[in-house]
């Protein structure tokens, strides 16, 4: 039993690890734009297809394939940002959600086109799982852990000792005081689309490595990530990182109890749980 | 008159149910559900499993369906009350995938993905032209009935405090408006009418899937709505029949482009349907038929 | 027994305390004044009392009853309406509209009733509409009946504001800065309109920046600082006050 409880503990940490880069990508365009983009669930779609064409297409190794991911998938959140979201920045932010939702459906049936529905995978080497004691660990999964904590790091270096990263973290703070203060907040819009939705396709070749890639990749998903951004207080990126690693061991340890096909209600019933309780989160600051 | 009209506006007349329920939560009130297939779900298996396994009669399962759907919707509700907006958008989208896991995964129920079918016809399908006059004419009813509804619910002291709470529920409070209560009831009335919709489209069709209430149906609806006019509950119909018209329309893809496959025409109709509800949003977000002004 | 009774209320922000035990009352037909620097808890102290805000601790009674911490409707429906300091309407809803909305007890509200509209939902809902023009009129807001609030110049909103709290017929009213940002001749107008609902039998305790409006129309004056109150009295007795005048010192502005 207690062997059991610690391999799915290690199998969570594993895949919340890819989680919380899609949940910093969230919650940092929820911080900054203040509405839920749900066209996170395309861009991480889109940035899998743009890693795994590298990867197949170019035979680029993988941390190379996810810079390509988060490269791509930064640009079209830029272009869809400047597109559709700009125009639309003075609606209600419930009328941008829907448009994200929009550009979503646009995203995944483009890749539907250019690729069909059938699951593809990466060119990666196929290696013999590492036993440690009773735990059993994927080489694979522990190399994903291992970039996704690389991507984080070298987040947070950007975000503290950067003068852009301390203008980003002061427009999500107060948009208005920002611009007084002469932060160009359209600037930092289009930065935190890129950054945001690039860190998307990150967690998207990520999850491709581990599994299979498919138009619907980040829709399957998409629960998560919010159920992590949402425990962690929507707007907080240390909290989504927190959030992430619990929905990834809930999720997880959740198979103990029900069957596995149930993983994707875990982020759902983690959602209602934390906003019945303690809607702000676990470091969410202001609930207005 | 012609079979595959019959259908077109049956159809519709199902859309328009859909749109006049959303239009009713999210039109008038601002309450926004992004898990409107899952409703319209719960409605179409209620109602089809009723009288498939139960053998209950048609009128009695659709009933029932629209009180399951009431129940659910505001059961909802009652968990995301105090919920600000965009929470509301993320628990309805989460709430309409968890239902639909549910029904891909409760094989002795719903049979999976395999899906229920010989739901039987409100009217007998072995009339054949009778059953789809029949329908169609029981479908237009039921729309008459739900605009009926929804306007004069609208067009009340009612309707005014839930477009009151949609610009401002503090301030609604304030006014002395239980907003909480309100809100529940308006959900609530809302999802009966999505079920109803649902239990409509199991009958009519005699097969339901986990497949057609994917989160696409209720992008569909909310596309219907936004083109004929959101607030309006007749721009709710004129969107739906619009909507069925597009849809219709973008058969002709198929044809004029046989280069592609049929999976790339499948994703070209979703990519018209995303361009069009985007250019809606950006050129024409009050919609064809306008909210009016009340005097 | 003082219509509105506040005791030892208190209310914090995330650590900063913006009400710490602010206690005084305010009686039954008279215009109360609350004056106090910026910041000094008068705007979160309606808020609290008119349950927008939920009270740390503390006691609000209204009418001999404890109202602490109930929704804001129960307490609209108590016969306590405030109003907001930035004159915020319903937008999409026009002047008529929302004027109406504020009426109480009408049966036509009601699920059943909107659909089934019997004849004393249709009755009230006509008395009700009468009511409104008839308030309108009172406020010169005949004009622009069938606007939208959101078209409404600053002046109209400020009166609309008052007109809405006039049609809930409250006991009392709490006025948020009814004439910041108003000119003079309207800040006139508006003084009037208080003065007439008062000698009507309507209470008032109202938050004033502008002290001649206060020195004209408010008796007694409370006056608060860093979240309680301090001195009450006539407005020569608390404008005297030397402690008055040193919580002024330091802040050259006066709300
Ligand atoms: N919603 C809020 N969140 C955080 N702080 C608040 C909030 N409302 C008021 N405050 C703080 O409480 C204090 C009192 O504010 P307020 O009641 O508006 O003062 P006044 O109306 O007397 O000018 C101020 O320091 C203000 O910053
Ligand atoms: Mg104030």
């Given at each position: 039993m207690i062997e059991t409880i610690l391999q799915l503990a290690a199998n969570g940490i594993m895949s919340g690890a890819v989680l919380a880069v899609a949940a910093i990508g969230f919650t940092m365009m929820f911080a900054v734009l203040r509405f839920p983009n749900f066209s996170l669930a395309g861009h991480m779609a889109g940035g899998a297809y743009a890693g795994w064409i590298a990867n197949t297409?170019?035979?680029?190794?993988?941390?190379?394939?996810?810079?390509?991911?988060?490269?791509?998938?930064?640009?079209?959140?830029?272009?869809?940002?400047?597109?559709?979201?700009?125009?639309?920045?003075?609606?209600?932010?419930?009328?941008?959600?829907?448009?994200?939702?929009?550009?979503?459906?646009?995203?995944?049936?483009?890749?539907?086109?250019?690729?069909?529905?059938?699951?593809?995978?990466?060119?990666?080497?196929?290696?013999?799982?590492?036993?440690?004691?009773?735990?059993?660990?994927?080489?694979?999964?522990?190399?994903?852990?291992?970039?996704?904590?690389?991507?984080?790091?070298?987040?947070?270096?950007?975000?503290?000792?950067?003068?852009?990263?301390?203008?980003?973290?002061?427009?999500?703070?107060?948009?208005?005081l920002a611009a007084v203060k002469g932060i160009d907040t359209e600037k930092i819009t289009r930065l935190v689309s890129f950054l945001g939705m690039g860190l998307a396709g990150a967690a998207g070749v990520l999850l491709g490595a581990d599994t299979s890639i498919e138009p619907l990749l980040g829709l399957k998903v998409i629960l998560s990530v919010f159920a992590a951004a949402v425990l962690g207080g929507l707007g907080s990126i240390p909290g989504a990182v927190l959030g992430a690693f619990a929905i990834g061991i809930v999720e997880e340890a959740s198979q103990i109890v029900v069957p596995a096909t149930y993983k994707g209600a875990v982020g759902f019933v983690a959602i209602l749980l934390v906003l019945s309780f303690r809607p702000s989160g676990f470091l969410g600051r202001r609930q207005t | 008159m012609d079979s595959y009209l019959i259908a077109m506006v049956t159809l519709a007349a199902i859309y328009a149910m859909m749109a006049i329920s959303l239009n009713l939560s999210w039109g008038l009130a601002g309450m926004v559900n992004l898990g409107l297939a899952g409703f319209i779900s719960i409605g179409a298996y209620a109602s089809g499993l009723l009288t498939t396994v139960l053998g209950w009669p048609v009128p009695l399962a659709i009933l029932a369906a629209m009180i399951i759907g009431l129940v659910s919707g505001v059961a909802l509700t009652y968990v995301t009350l105090r919920l600000r907006d965009d929470y509301l958008a993320i628990v309805t989208l989460g709430f309409a995938e968890v239902i639909r896991l549910a029904i891909v995964n409760e094989l002795w129920l719903t049979h999976g993905s395999d899906g229920i079918s010989g739901i039987p016809g409100i009217v007998a399908r072995e009339y054949g032209y009778g059953f789809e006059l029949g329908t169609l004419a029981l479908a237009l009813a039921a729309v008459a009935l739900c605009y009926w509804l929804a306007d004069r619910v609208r067009t009340s002291p009612y309707g005014r405090n839930l477009r009151a709470i949609r610009d401002d529920p503090e301030g609604t409070a304030v006014a002395g408006k239980n907003v909480t209560l309100i809100k529940v009831k308006t959900f609530g009335l809302s999802t009966a009418i999505a079920a109803l919709a649902g239990a409509f489209y199991a009958h009519y069709t005699s097969f339901i899937s986990p497949e057609i209430f994917q989160p696409l149906l209720t992008m569909y609806v909310f596309l219907a709505l936004t083109m004929g006019g959101t607030g309006n509950n007749r721009g709710a119909m004129l969107g739906a029949f619009l909507l069925i018209f597009v849809l219709e329309a973008s058969r002709f893809i198929a044809p004029s482009l046989p280069q592609f496959s049929a999976v790339q025409h499948a994703a070209i109709r979703e990519m018209l349907v995303a361009v069009l509800f985007i250019l809606t949003l950006l050129y024409r977000p009050q919609g064809i038929s306008p909210e009016t002004r009340h005097r | 027994m003082s219509l509105l009774e506040i005791k030892d209320l208190t209310k914090s922000f995330f650590g900063a305390h913006a009400l710490r035990g602010a206690s005084f009352n305010a009686e039954q037909g008279c215009i109360t004044g609350l004056i106090g620097p910026n910041g000094a808890g008068k705007t979160t102290l309606f808020n609290v009392v008119s349950g927008v805000m939920r009270a740390d601790g503390g006691t609000v009674l209204f009418d001999g009853r404890n109202i602490t911490n109930l929704r804001p409707d129960e307490i609209t429906r108590a016969g306590l309406m405030r109003t907001f300091q930035i004159a915020r309407g319903f937008p999409r809803l026009t002047v008529l509209e929302n004027l109406m909305l504020y009426a109480p007890g009408n049966p036509g509200e009601t699920l059943v009733g909107a659909i089934w509209r019997g004849s004393d939902a249709r009755a009230s809902e006509a008395a009700i509409r009468e009511e409104a023009l008839r308030v309108a009129k009172r406020l010169d807001l005949t004009r622009v009946i069938d606007n939208y609030a959101s078209d409404l110049s600053g002046g109209q909103k400020k009166l609309l504001e008052i007109g809405r709290a006039i049609m809930a017929k409250p006991k009392m009213i709490l006025l948020d800065e009814p004439a910041a940002g108003v000119n003079p001749s309207l800040t006139r107008i508006i003084a009037g309109h208080i003065r007439e609902l008062a000698q009507e039998g309507t209470s008032f305790l109202i938050i004033e920046h502008d002290m001649m409006l206060v020195r004209e129309l408010c008796d007694p004056v409370i006056v608060m600082a860093e979240g309680r109150d301090f001195v009450a009295g006539s407005f020569a007795e608390v404008t005297a006050d030397a402690r008055v005048q040193e919580a002024y010192l330091g802040k050259r502005r006066w709300s």
């Open positions: 297409m170019f035979g680029l190794p993988l941390p190379l394939a996810l810079l390509c991911g988060f490269l791509v998938a930064g640009g079209i959140g830029v272009a869809s940002d400047f597109i559709v979201l700009r125009p639309l920045r003075r609606a209600a932010p419930i009328t941008l959600a829907i448009a994200s939702v929009a550009i979503s459906l646009f995203i995944e049936n483009a890749l539907r086109f250019g690729f069909g529905n059938d699951l593809r995978s990466f060119d990666l080497p196929l290696a013999r799982d590492w036993v440690i004691g009773w735990l059993r660990l994927g080489p694979q999964q522990v190399q994903n852990a291992g970039l996704a904590i690389v991507a984080m790091l070298i987040l947070f270096v950007i975000f503290t000792f950067t003068q852009t990263g301390r203008a980003m973290r002061a427009t999500a703070d107060n948009a208005g | - | -």
